[in-house]
């Protein structure tokens, strides 16, 4: 088993890497501390104490402590006072719990160089996993069961069920401790483990290993429909000034249209209900606006669009010429020339201003509303800039994201679009400032 194990680990990780084990002292990783300790060398102990079983608590972590001095192994521990912890969060007792002890694993891989986090986790959890996720309700993904490696978490026994590891701490005299609180049925993932699996086995004996086999297939599947969504999007979209475009035309014509559109949308933390309301929108009249966690969807004329919500609007400042500011929509440079070029442009992304009509420090912002401008070209004649940006037929987003810059607070630039009149070169200019934006 030594031989396997070490083959299996070396497929996810290197001989050099230092890993963290989450030890509790259970049976599950008490035999995957001794693997670590045959065949990977460069490993250190992390146990947490929940303070959930009184002195039951405290005897864990003094026999994970005693075991890791007896094999020379670095250890670290803390205690947690879960319960306060969970009322005050509003939240149940095993959720924080895991919450508390990955921020705590997580501090400890940063301040002491780990490169992974390894867990006990075996093929039995799996599939408790596949049937906790089925009971709430699921996508393909949720059929995956736990992932052997994800980031800086590694499972290396999932290739292992629990009866296999029983029999490897009876075969190998591998003390550990037995927790109580794994027999009650009051938390979800205990129930299914104590009540739900039996029955299904007493349906059909080789119910685990079939299971086994299902989320081998499912993760296959998974893979397909990754590919398959990750070539559809690239085929129906466009990423244009941090912004996804989706174009309606293409996403109406494809099969379960709702289906893509969450599998495009999902890790912008849309659920699927608004994926089925938007399609359900879309040949509707433009302007329809939905709302993720982090990010907002409009359903423009021919395109969805979707960008990262912001939580306010920045007012940048130029101090001086020669610089460059990170814009939302690339990246802004100045420069002053000592004399005017023979040929000017003055383009969406170019401004070319009169030197003496600026007066620095500069500032770029939001335009607001009733704010007007003399668009080069108009005769001085001003223009408000919502109306000019409707004329330009610019999405809600695009008007929303349009910047102004500003000399003593008079509009010279509405940026990606034209220069104010009163700020262009002319026969008596003598110097000049050229703005330019690029991606």
Not at 148 to 168: A, G, H, S, V, W
Request: glycine share 4%; with cysteine; charged share 25%.
């Amino acid at each position: 088993m030594r031989a396997q194990f070490k083959s299996h680990l070396y497929q996810f990780i290197t001989p050099n890497d230092k890993i963290l084990l989450a030890v509790s002292g259970g049976v599950d990783s008490m035999v995957m501390a001794e693997l670590f300790l045959n065949c990977h060398s460069n490993f250190s102990i992390a146990h947490c104490n929940f303070q959930l079983r009184g002195e039951a608590s405290d005897k864990d972590e003094i026999f994970v402590k005693n075991w890791a001095a007896k094999n020379n192994v670095s250890f670290f521990t803390t205690k947690f006072d879960t319960i306060s912890e969970s009322k005050s969060q509003g939240k149940g007792i095993q959720e924080i719990a895991r919450k508390l002890r990955y921020e705590w694993f997580e501090s400890i891989l940063i301040e002491n160089d780990f490169d992974f986090i390894a867990t006990a986790h075996h093929k039995n959890d799996s599939i408790e996993t596949v049937l906790f996720n089925l009971s709430r309700g699921t996508g393909l993904k949720g059929l995956t069961g736990i992932q052997t490696k994800r980031d800086k978490l590694i499972r290396p026994l999932l290739f292992l069920n629990k009866e296999e590891i029983l029999n490897l701490a009876v075969e190998n005299k591998i003390e550990y401790r037995e927790d109580q609180s794994n027999t009650s049925i009051k938390y979800k993932r205990n129930y299914i483990r104590n009540k739900v699996v039996p029955e299904f086995k007493k349906m059909n004996p080789s119910f685990e290993s079939n299971m086994e086999n299902n989320i081998q297939r499912f993760n296959n599947l998974n893979d397909l429909l990754s590919f398959f969504i990750e070539k559809t999007k690239t085929e129906i979209s466009e990423t244009k000034n941090g912004q996804l475009h989706i174009f309606k035309s293409k996403l109406e014509t494809l099969p379960q249209p709702v289906t893509i559109l969450f599998e495009i949308l999902k890790n912008k933390n849309f659920n699927f209900d608004q994926c089925k309301n938007i399609v359900a929108n879309l040949s509707r009249n433009p302007g329809n606006l939905f709302y993720s966690a982090s990010h907002r969807l409009l359903i423009d004329r021919k395109f969805l669009i979707i960008e990262k919500l912001v939580d306010s609007k920045t007012i940048f400042l130029i101090i001086s010429p020669e610089e460059q500011i990170q814009l939302p929509t690339g990246i802004l440079s100045c420069s002053n020339e000592s004399k005017i070029p023979d040929q000017i442009e003055n383009s969406k992304l170019t401004a070319c201003l009169d030197a003496s009509k600026l007066k620095f420090p500069l500032t770029i912002e939001n335009w607001k509303d009733g704010d007007r401008f003399a668009p080069i070209g108009m005769n001085r004649k001003t223009k408000k800039i919502k109306a000019y940006l409707t004329d330009e037929k610019l999405s809600r987003f695009e008007k929303e994201n349009t910047l102004v810059l500003k000399s003593e607070g008079k509009i010279c630039w509405v940026i990606g679009q034209r220069i104010d009149e009163n700020f262009k070169i002319n026969t008596k200019s003598k110097t000049c400032f050229i703005f330019e934006i690029s991606e």
